[in-house]
Protein backbone atom coordinates (compact mmCIF):
# COMPACT_ATOMS: atom_id res chain seq x y z
CA UNK A 1 0.00 0.00 0.00
CA UNK A 2 2.90 2.18 0.77
CA UNK A 3 3.78 1.72 -2.58
CA UNK A 4 0.98 2.89 -4.56
CA UNK A 5 1.21 6.16 -2.37
CA UNK A 6 4.39 7.05 -2.95
CA UNK A 7 3.61 6.03 -6.72
CA UNK A 8 0.15 8.20 -6.90
CA UNK A 9 2.67 11.36 -5.37
CA UNK A 10 5.22 10.72 -7.79
CA UNK A 11 2.57 10.94 -10.97
CA UNK A 12 0.65 14.26 -9.12
CA UNK A 13 4.05 15.33 -8.72
CA UNK A 14 5.08 15.31 -12.34
CA UNK A 15 1.46 16.40 -13.04
CA UNK A 16 2.14 18.91 -10.79
CA UNK A 17 5.31 20.40 -12.65
CA UNK A 18 3.70 19.75 -16.60
CA UNK A 19 0.95 22.06 -15.61
CA UNK A 20 3.80 24.74 -14.15
CA UNK A 21 5.01 24.31 -17.62
CA UNK A 22 1.65 24.55 -19.77
CA UNK A 23 0.29 27.46 -17.15
CA UNK A 24 1.90 30.20 -19.91
CA UNK A 25 0.16 28.83 -22.61
CA UNK A 26 -3.42 28.94 -21.14
CA UNK A 27 -3.51 32.53 -20.89
CA UNK A 28 -5.90 33.87 -23.61
CA UNK A 29 -3.94 35.72 -26.15
CA UNK A 30 -4.61 39.27 -27.07
CA UNK A 31 -7.23 39.81 -30.34
CA UNK A 32 -5.85 39.17 -33.90
CA UNK A 33 -2.26 37.95 -32.44
CA UNK A 34 -1.19 33.73 -33.11
CA UNK A 35 -0.28 31.88 -29.94
CA UNK A 36 3.00 30.17 -30.71
CA UNK A 37 3.51 26.91 -30.27
CA UNK A 38 5.58 26.37 -26.80
CA UNK A 39 7.02 23.00 -27.86
CA UNK A 40 9.28 25.15 -30.55
CA UNK A 41 9.53 27.84 -28.34
CA UNK A 42 13.25 27.55 -26.56
CA UNK A 43 13.26 26.65 -23.02
CA UNK A 44 9.46 25.03 -23.24
CA UNK A 45 8.84 22.02 -24.48
CA UNK A 46 5.47 21.39 -23.24
CA UNK A 47 1.72 21.61 -25.23
CA UNK A 48 -1.51 21.29 -24.19
CA UNK A 49 -3.77 19.46 -26.78
CA UNK A 50 -7.38 19.81 -25.42
CA UNK A 51 -10.26 17.50 -27.02
CA UNK A 52 -9.77 16.99 -30.89
CA UNK A 53 -6.07 18.28 -31.28
CA UNK A 54 -5.02 15.48 -29.24
CA UNK A 55 -6.02 13.02 -32.50
CA UNK A 56 -4.24 15.13 -34.84
CA UNK A 57 -1.21 16.07 -32.95
CA UNK A 58 -0.70 12.07 -31.96
CA UNK A 59 -1.28 11.36 -36.13
CA UNK A 60 1.57 13.99 -37.14
CA UNK A 61 3.88 12.19 -33.80
CA UNK A 62 3.21 9.06 -35.14
CA UNK A 63 4.36 9.87 -38.98
CA UNK A 64 6.97 11.85 -38.06
CA UNK A 65 8.22 8.71 -35.93
CA UNK A 66 12.29 7.52 -36.99
CA UNK A 67 12.71 4.41 -34.76
CA UNK A 68 10.46 3.53 -31.71
CA UNK A 69 6.71 4.09 -30.88
CA UNK A 70 5.52 2.74 -27.52
CA UNK A 71 1.98 3.71 -26.02
CA UNK A 72 -0.36 2.30 -23.05
CA UNK A 73 -3.93 2.63 -23.23
CA UNK A 74 -7.20 1.63 -21.16
CA UNK A 75 -9.32 1.65 -24.09
CA UNK A 76 -8.46 0.98 -27.90
CA UNK A 77 -11.48 0.80 -29.61
CA UNK A 78 -11.03 0.07 -33.70
CA UNK A 79 -14.44 -0.70 -35.89
CA UNK A 80 -13.15 -1.25 -39.24
CA UNK A 81 -14.43 1.94 -40.93
CA UNK A 82 -11.96 3.94 -42.24
CA UNK A 83 -13.03 7.52 -40.95
CA UNK A 84 -12.93 5.87 -37.37
CA UNK A 85 -10.04 7.53 -35.90
CA UNK A 86 -8.54 4.60 -33.64
CA UNK A 87 -8.64 2.86 -37.16
CA UNK A 88 -6.87 5.70 -38.54
CA UNK A 89 -4.31 5.57 -35.82
CA UNK A 90 -4.27 1.85 -36.53
CA UNK A 91 -3.34 2.36 -40.00
CA UNK A 92 -0.75 4.71 -39.13
CA UNK A 93 0.97 2.69 -36.86
CA UNK A 94 0.63 -0.06 -39.46
CA UNK A 95 2.53 2.46 -41.74
CA UNK A 96 5.23 3.31 -39.23
CA UNK A 97 6.13 -0.55 -38.70
CA UNK A 98 6.32 -0.80 -42.52
CA UNK A 99 8.92 2.02 -42.40
CA UNK A 100 11.20 0.02 -40.00
CA UNK A 101 9.78 1.69 -36.22
CA UNK A 102 9.09 -0.41 -33.62
CA UNK A 103 5.89 -0.16 -32.25
CA UNK A 104 4.43 -1.67 -28.81
CA UNK A 105 1.41 -0.92 -27.26
CA UNK A 106 0.44 -2.14 -23.19
CA UNK A 107 -3.28 -2.34 -23.34
CA UNK A 108 -5.99 -2.99 -20.56
CA UNK A 109 -6.65 -6.61 -20.35
CA UNK A 110 -10.01 -5.96 -18.05
CA UNK A 111 -12.14 -8.69 -16.40
CA UNK A 112 -12.88 -11.54 -18.47
CA UNK A 113 -16.30 -10.93 -19.83
CA UNK A 114 -16.67 -7.09 -19.97
CA UNK A 115 -16.91 -4.67 -22.73
CA UNK A 116 -13.06 -3.42 -22.31
CA UNK A 117 -11.61 -6.81 -22.14
CA UNK A 118 -13.56 -7.98 -25.57
CA UNK A 119 -12.93 -4.83 -27.48
CA UNK A 120 -9.01 -4.52 -26.77
CA UNK A 121 -8.52 -8.32 -27.07
CA UNK A 122 -10.21 -7.81 -30.70
CA UNK A 123 -7.63 -4.59 -31.12
CA UNK A 124 -4.88 -6.58 -29.54
CA UNK A 125 -5.10 -9.09 -32.55
CA UNK A 126 -5.47 -6.22 -35.04
CA UNK A 127 -2.25 -5.09 -33.77
CA UNK A 128 -0.11 -7.96 -33.15
CA UNK A 129 -1.54 -8.90 -37.45
CA UNK A 130 0.70 -5.18 -37.97
CA UNK A 131 3.92 -6.73 -36.67
CA UNK A 132 3.13 -4.69 -33.39
CA UNK A 133 4.19 -6.62 -30.00
CA UNK A 134 1.62 -6.40 -27.52
CA UNK A 135 1.28 -6.61 -23.91
CA UNK A 136 -2.01 -7.17 -22.46
CA UNK A 137 -1.75 -5.65 -18.29
CA UNK A 138 -2.47 -8.13 -15.54
CA UNK A 139 -6.26 -8.46 -15.17
CA UNK A 140 -5.92 -8.03 -11.02
CA UNK A 141 -5.36 -4.10 -11.51
CA UNK A 142 -6.72 -2.12 -13.25
CA UNK A 143 -4.32 -0.25 -15.92
CA UNK A 144 -5.78 3.41 -17.09
CA UNK A 145 -2.89 4.90 -18.12
CA UNK A 146 -2.85 6.65 -21.45
CA UNK A 147 0.52 7.69 -22.90
CA UNK A 148 2.48 7.50 -25.94
CA UNK A 149 6.26 7.77 -26.29
CA UNK A 150 7.91 8.58 -29.70
CA UNK A 151 11.39 8.04 -30.11
CA UNK A 152 12.16 8.29 -26.44
CA UNK A 153 12.00 12.28 -26.88
CA UNK A 154 8.45 12.90 -27.11
CA UNK A 155 5.88 11.89 -24.35
CA UNK A 156 2.04 12.49 -25.13
CA UNK A 157 -0.13 11.97 -21.76
CA UNK A 158 -3.23 12.72 -20.29
CA UNK A 159 -6.89 11.61 -20.47
CA UNK A 160 -7.36 10.79 -24.13
CA UNK A 161 -8.24 7.10 -24.82
CA UNK A 162 -8.23 5.56 -28.18
CA UNK A 163 -12.10 5.85 -29.16
CA UNK A 164 -13.56 7.67 -31.10
CA UNK A 165 -15.57 9.28 -28.58
CA UNK A 166 -12.40 10.56 -26.57
CA UNK A 167 -10.65 11.08 -30.07
CA UNK A 168 -13.32 13.18 -31.72
CA UNK A 169 -17.02 13.65 -29.11
CA UNK A 170 -15.87 14.49 -25.46
CA UNK A 171 -13.83 16.93 -23.08
CA UNK A 172 -10.68 15.51 -22.74
CA UNK A 173 -7.20 17.21 -22.36
CA UNK A 174 -3.70 15.85 -22.63
CA UNK A 175 -0.29 17.31 -23.01
CA UNK A 176 2.33 16.65 -25.44
CA UNK A 177 6.17 17.21 -23.76
CA UNK A 178 9.27 17.72 -25.42
CA UNK A 179 11.70 15.79 -22.72
CA UNK A 180 13.77 13.33 -23.27
CA UNK A 181 13.77 12.66 -19.75
CA UNK A 182 10.37 12.41 -18.94
CA UNK A 183 9.52 10.07 -22.05
CA UNK A 184 12.74 7.45 -20.91
CA UNK A 185 10.58 7.64 -17.36
CA UNK A 186 7.63 6.77 -19.00
CA UNK A 187 9.25 4.05 -21.21
CA UNK A 188 10.79 2.29 -17.96
CA UNK A 189 7.02 2.55 -15.98
CA UNK A 190 5.28 0.89 -19.11
CA UNK A 191 7.81 -1.76 -19.43
CA UNK A 192 7.28 -2.68 -15.21
CA UNK A 193 3.35 -2.76 -16.19
CA UNK A 194 4.28 -6.01 -18.47
CA UNK A 195 6.18 -8.39 -15.94
Not at 48 to 62: N, P, Q, R, S, T
Not at 113 to 120: F, L, T
Request: glycine fraction near 6%; proline fraction near 4%; include cysteine.
Amino acid sequence: MAEQVKRVIRWMSLLAALLTLIAPTLAPAEPGTKTPDPVSQEGCGAKLLKDGDYFAALLEGIDQARQEIALTVFFFKTNGFADNRPDRILARLREAVRRGVRVEAVIEQGQEGDNVSEVNAETARKLRAAGIGVCMDAPERTMHTKMVVIDKRTLFIGSHNLTQSALKYNREVSVRIASPSLAEEALRYMKSLCR
